[in-house]
T-cell receptor
Framework: DADVTQTPRNRITKTGKRIMLECSQT?????MYWYRQDPGLGLRLIYY???????NKGEISDGYSVSRQAQAKFSLSLESAIPNQTALYFCATSASVGTGARETQYFGPGTRLLVL | QKEVEQDPGPLSVPEGAIVSLNCTYS??????FMWYRQYSRKGPELLMYTYSSGNKEDGRFTAQVDKSSKYISLFIRDSQPSDSATYLCAMSGNTDKLIFGTGTRLQVFP
């Protein structure tokens, strides 16, 4: 089984709808991240969480919210989806201890979101 | 100016060629450098990790970091069609966040 899973893998929604993307991990990592990937812009950080009680905004958090339900689960919500949120979304995890652990992030397979 | 610059390619080479992928950066606080490989419709996977300056070799892959020039490279020897993917450089300093390049798309043809 994959260490980092994302659901759904693909989603089409309409402008104004609320949508939630979910991420689960079995790596036992305490740090989790949400990124979006757009052609020509690379991976950009939306939100990150260093433990269940710690949530931080990333580079592009406007229009998004997150919830860390447990150490293994981190959800991303689009409260009112808009077309320019069409992108590939990735969840990632990392450990907080160990040489290079904090910098070594493990990515899920991604969710392809289309907002019409 | 972006903190990390990476040529998007695409880069197309014949099987067996030596491939050189590069990134430049502007933040002198970066000290952790990584290369991720991303196959089509997949998440990025860590390929190489380097701390500070120097070289690191792993099989056909060699990562180089030149902090004085703010320049990192990934070399792939004896490239294979299975190496066809997008390669992302990533780096961080003391902020616990990774800054990614935009990725270079590589195609190795038989």
């Amino acid at each position: 089984d994959a260490d980092v899973t994302q659901t759904p893998r693909n989603r089409i929604t309409k402008t104004g709808k609320r949508i939630m993307l979910e991420c689960s991990q079995t790596k036992g990592h305490d740090r989790m991240y949400w990124y979006r990937q757009d052609p020509g812009l690379g991976l950009r950080l939306i939100y990150y969480s260093f433990d269940v009680k710690d949530i931080n905004k990333g580079e592009i958090s406007d229009g998004y919210s997150v919830s860390r339900q447990a150490q293994a689960k981190f959800s991303l919500s689009l409260e009112s989806a808009i077309p320019n949120q069409t992108a590939l979304y990735f969840c990632a995890t990392s450990a907080s201890v160990g040489t290079g652990a904090r910098e070594t992030q493990y990515f899920g397979p991604g969710t392809r979101l289309l907002v019409l | 100016q972006k903190e990390v610059e990476q040529d998007p390619g695409p880069l197309s080479v014949p099987e067996g060629a030596i491939v050189s992928l590069n990134c430049t950066y502007s933040n002198s606080a970066f000290q952790y450098f990584m290369w991720y490989r991303q196959y089509s419709r997949k998440g990025p996977e860590l390929l190489m990790y380097t701390y500070s300056s120097g070289n690191k070799e792993d099989g056909r892959f060699t990562a180089q970091v030149d902090k004085s020039s703010k320049y990192i490279s990934l070399f792939i020897r004896d490239s294979q069609p299975s190496d066809s993917a997008t390669y992302l450089c990533a780096m961080s300093g003391n902020t616990d966040k990774l800054i990614f390049g935009t990725g270079t798309r590589l195609q190795v043809f038989p």
